[in-house]
């Protein structure tokens, strides 16, 4: 007699196998059902954890065709324990590409306000700056912008993209940014009097950026209310030293900087 399988489905009814990856940490995937994409920072028993772009965790199963990688359905599977390491992230919250080489440095140019402000966003930001091949410069000062616009005559093929601190309608900065501002050269800035007041007071371990009445200096104000030094280099380096991520970053510092990378690297 013949032998028949109890599956009497044909052929091309049935799924068709798909691939199992591992989820190790920075595989980023995307859950169909709801449309979550993130980076995986945890695999537990049946379960994995996603982070978006915005640092939002969410939790699902680990189910058969559960998740899309890079358009394809895939099942992931709990890495093995000896399984090496995938790329985690990079400061700026990207994938890391291990031991890619920096891209040639582009025409275009991002500047900055000052020295303190290029360090902070080398320290964040630099891995995803050498491989897109955007160099950073920094500003004397601000009153300098339309002699460095000029001077670097910004084009297609050579955007320049510039950073400026206390960018709020009708000041002074606010003024020379739109005398400059072209198809070509992008001004952005955000609200803060100094870059060091885009660094979260949390990640200081200080509850609040202190109050400094008009007249004084500033960074020297901050100090003495803090009871720092009033050494501004050193202080700066405090400040420089709590920042490990974006996470450590307000939003609004975090969405220029990232517009500008954007607008310097586009085709």
Not at 225 to 240: H, K
């Amino acid at each position: 007699m013949r032998q028949y399988s109890p599956d009497l489905t044909p052929p091309w009814k049935k799924p068709q196998p798909v691939p199992e990856v591992p989820a190790e940490p920075g595989l980023v995937v995307e859950e169909p059902g709801s449309g979550f994409c993130g980076a995986v920072v945890r695999c537990e028993a049946g379960t994995v954890t996603l982070e978006d772009r915005f640092g939002k965790h969410r939790v699902f199963p680990l189910e058969p065709r559960g998740f899309l990688l890079e358009g394809r359905t895939v099942t992931l599977v709990r890495p093995s324990s000896g399984a090496p390491a995938r790329p985690t992230r990079t400061a700026s919250g990207s994938v890391a590409v291990p031991g890619a080489r920096a891209r040639v440095a582009r025409a275009g140019r991002i500047y900055v306000e000052g020295r303190h402000d290029a360090e902070l966003v080398e320290k964040v930001w630099g891995d995803d700056l050498r491989i897109e091949g955007v160099v950073v410069e920094y500003l004397e000062g601000v009153d300098d912008l339309p002699s460095i616009v000029e001077s670097f005559a910004p084009g297609p093929d050579a955007r320049l993209g510039v950073l400026v601190d206390h960018l709020v309608p009708g000041s002074k900065e606010w003024r020379i940014a739109e005398s400059v501002t072209s198809e070509h050269a992008l001004v952005v800035g955000h609200p803060y009097i100094d870059i060091w007041e885009a660094v979260k007071p949390s990640s200081l371990g200080i509850g609040a950026w202190p109050r400094v009445p008009r007249g004084q200096d500033w960074k020297t104000g901050v100090c003495r209310a803090l009871g720092w030094p009033q050494n501004t280099g050193a202080a700066w380096q405090r400040i420089l030293s709590g920042v490990h991520s974006y996470k450590d970053l307000e939003p609004e510092l975090l969405g220029r900087v990232e517009e500008l990378i954007d607008f310097v690297t586009a085709p």
